[in-house]
């Protein structure tokens, strides 16, 4: 077992004690007010039995489905508001399924002047969703994002560079194939989607990081934007009964052509599956596992010259496939003036990790969102 693996785990551990502290508070304020509520609790003790809900209960019902882009849906003529801020810490190299030292990637590669050894990026996103009918639910989504790296020098200086910018806008339409939101129960959802290269591929800051230096194009993964448009294939499985819900879901990226650098970023497959469980009226934990395989970029941005002097900035060398474990829980607010608001924590860290590196692995990334319909 190596010495990040641990490290991974170590957090891993701190956030689960963290949530499970946070839950059993929340469970013991739960149990004084849900003695007064057994008509609130109603939704949860008729599984299949959900056609007297409100628009606002059906909702609750889809609770875990959040962070999930494109997993659940809405009741005909139900609008949704929502924001999510996501975190994601990646720190050590790591070359195939096993973690580096930035000696072996300079040792192993003669032609790079540089290594990374942290990225940080925060996204902020904000979504729209409608449903003109029980059956479709449309999505809307655009994201504003910022990272930064920590580059090391063979002479064993550090220095860093930032970038920031609005990612790609992604459209994206639901439908409900089998089953029926207004009953719960077993559903099958295809999703069909769109990506518009809204986002930029030229986000520059100076070089090595000195203000009195000329700018420079920032590597692949530092770039905000892919620059071609994608299509997004998808299907949902959603599951309820009692209080008890679940799903699977998978969606891909399908990159299309190349954008105007003479480049197109590698294809995602993205697969998820959870299980949630609602304590009560207005609180579900639940535990999600992810899974990511992409490719390489095909093609090649003449800007980082013929020889690049980074692992990030060779085409060959952004492929990856990870796996995270997710811990999270939904809070919902069912009544009063925050009616129909929601919010989210989790947190995860990747328990399997195959990178065509050297390339950053994932230690750890929380998200906390907000959505709101009416
Ligand atoms: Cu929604």
């Known amino acids: 077992m190596n010495k990040r693996y641990c490290k991974n785990t170590v957090r891993g551990l701190r956030l689960a004690f963290v949530l499970c502290g946070l839950l059993s508070l929340s469970m013991m304020e739960s149990r004084a007010p849900a003695m007064g509520m057994d008509m609130d609790m109603a939704p949860f003790m008729k599984p299949g039995d959900l056609t007297g809900l409100s628009l606002q209960e059906l909702y609750n019902l889809d609770i ?11 009741p005909a003529g139900e609008f949704m508001v929502g924001y999510q801020f996501m975190y994601m810490d990646m720190e050590g190299i790591r070359s195939g399924g096993h973690a580096i030292s930035p000696a072996e990637v300079f040792a192993q590669n003669p032609s790079f002047a540089f290594a990374h050894t942290r990225m940080e990026m ?22 504003y ?21 609005i990612n790609d806008l992604q459209v994206m339409g639901m439908y409900t194939l089998l089953g029926d939101i207004r009953k719960g129960g077993n559903r099958l959802v295809l999703d069909g989607g769109m990506s518009f290269p809204t986002g ?10 000195d203000p009195s230096q000329p700018l420079q194009k920032l590597e692949y993964p530092m770039q905000p934007g892919s620059g071609t448009y994608a299509l997004l294939p998808g299907l949902t499985y959603l599951g309820d009964a009692g209080r008890w819900a ?14 105007s650098s003479s480049y197109r970023l ?60 997710l811990f999270g829980f939904d809070v919902y607010v069912p009544k009063g003036i925050m009616m129909g608001n929601r919010f989210t924590i989790e947190g995860g860290f990747p328990i399997y990790e195959h990178l065509t590196g050297p390339q950053l692995g994932l ?12």
Request: aromatic residues 10%; proline residues 3%.
């Open 64 to 74: 875990v489905q959040m962070n999930v882009l494109g997993a659940h849906t809405h």
């Open 122 to 143: 925060e996204e902020h996103m904000f979504d729209v969703m409608y449903a003109p009918s029980d059956r479709l639910t449309l999505m809307a989504m655009l994201s």
């Open 145 to 165: 994002k910022q990272m930064s790296m920590v580059h090391l020098t063979r002479a064993n200086t550090t220095f860093s560079q930032h970038g920031d910018g």
């Open 200 to 209: 930029s591929i030229d986000v520059r800051d100076h070089r090595l990081g």
């Open 246 to 259: 679940w799903g699977a879901q998978t969606i891909e990226t399908i990159r299309l052509g190349r954008n």
């Open 266 to 325: 590698g294809n995602e497959y993205l697969g998820s599956a959870w299980g949630a469980y609602g304590v009560c009226e207005w609180f579900a934990p639940y535990m999600r596992l992810e899974g990511k395989v992409w490719g390489n970029v095909h093609g090649a941005d003449p800007a980082y010259g013929a020889v690049p002097a980074t692992a990030e900035a060779r085409p060959d060398k952004q492929a990856g496939q990870r796996v995270n474990a």
């Open 363 to 374: 230690s750890w990334t929380i998200n906390v969102g907000w959505t709101y319909a009416f």
